[in-house]
């Protein structure tokens, strides 16, 4: 009866690995019934580990290659065995083949927004996304903490982990860097470079190695991200008054080239005013003395661009000419400054 069956047993000669499709990180190889050969063949391609498990056990890795499986070749398996060093006979043993290739463009992101204490604005909630990519590197701990002793264990399965891992280093990120969020949004280069280092060791822990993480967008509640803007403007504004200054500057060219341009900007000659009074009014406002340097800073923009525009009625009259015009213009303009 022993006899057969053990006529009736499968014995494999080649033990081997082909992925028939994408995403598998562990796959372990169908024994049934079946033993191994003395002096198989084990063929790990390329992107590939193998790992021998006997009763639980993890026994012998085996890095991309082909190998003839001796006691030679299979060392710890042999210590685990007792086996003497001229057995010959097929044995038993799990086989575990693992992918090492690059899961590239795998996705992370904040399912909700996460409350973070930030300098600036206080306590705050915001969201965070981008891709990362990572592979394989320990068998050992892969299979100890992840896979198991599964048929098969994909990305898929790993993903929520993973991405739940980021977004737990990301709210510990916030609250030891004590960087505002404004100059974390302004940098997500280096905020992803902070991020990469902050969740590589989590990955190791795994037996996994992070190859890439980008940080694609950091970004506040709607309601947050309107004071923020309105923020922004402000800033963009800074002081009024040299706001000011410089959008007069600007219009005064413009509304010069155009015939009748100055009278355009509601502020005209009127038909009564002299020469004297003109002239007097446009001397006055630009050739103050140093002395009076005082009651030249209280000239407002609104007189001077009065002033400029009476000249440039002088100018369209024939009584000053364009050169004129410029000079005192230009002695105007500084006191804008």
Do not use: C
């Not at 000669?13 to 169908?30: F, H, I, K, M, N």
């Not at 309105?230 to 600007?250: E, F, L, S």
């Amino acid at each position: 009866m022993a006899l057969m069956d053990f006529i009736k047993k499968q014995f494999i000669d080649v033990l081997q690995w082909t992925e028939d499709s994408d995403g598998t990180l562990a796959w372990r190889y169908p024994m049934a019934e079946m033993e191994i050969q003395n002096g198989a063949s084990l063929t790990v391609r390329d992107s590939q580990l193998a790992m021998f498990v006997n009763e639980g056990t993890v026994a012998d890795v085996f890095a991309p290659g082909m190998y003839k499986l001796t006691t030679q070749t299979l060392p710890v398996l042999t210590y685990l065995k007792n086996w003497d060093k001229l057995f010959e006979s097929p044995f038993k043993s799990d086989v575990y083949f693992f992918s090492t290739r690059t899961q590239l463009d795998q996705k992370w992101g904040t399912p909700n927004p996460i409350t973070i204490r930030d300098k600036e604005f206080g306590i705050v909630r915001l969201r965070a996304f981008g891709i990362y990519s990572y592979h394989l590197t320990d068998p050992k701990t892969f299979y100890q903490k992840i896979s198991g002793t599964r048929d098969i264990y994909t990305r898929e399965e790993l993903e929520g982990q993973l991405r739940n891992t980021m977004v737990a280093g990301l709210t510990d990120l916030f609250g030891e860097s004590g960087v505002a969020f404004i100059d974390m949004a302004a940098n997500q280069d280096e905020f992803g470079k902070a991020m990469f280092a902050k969740a590589a060791p989590m990955f190791a822990e795994y037996g996994l190695a992070l190859d890439s993480l980008v940080v694609q967008n950091v970004s506040l509640p709607e309601e947050l991200q309107k004071i923020l803007d309105q923020k922004i403007g402000m800033n963009m504004i800074g002081d009024m008054q040299r706001y000011t200054q410089y959008q007069v500057a600007n219009s005064i060219p413009d509304a010069a080239k155009n015939e009748g341009g100055m009278a355009a900007m509601g502020v005209g000659l009127g038909a009564g005013v002299g020469f004297g009074q003109v002239v007097g009014q446009a001397m006055g406002a630009a050739l103050q003395p140093a002395a009076a340097a005082p009651a030249v800073a209280a000239i407002s923009a609104d007189d001077i661009v009065a002033t400029l525009e009476k000249l440039h009625g002088l100018v369209e009259k024939g009584i000053l000419t364009k050169e004129e015009f410029e000079a005192k213009k230009a002695e105007l303009l500084k006191k804008l400054t």
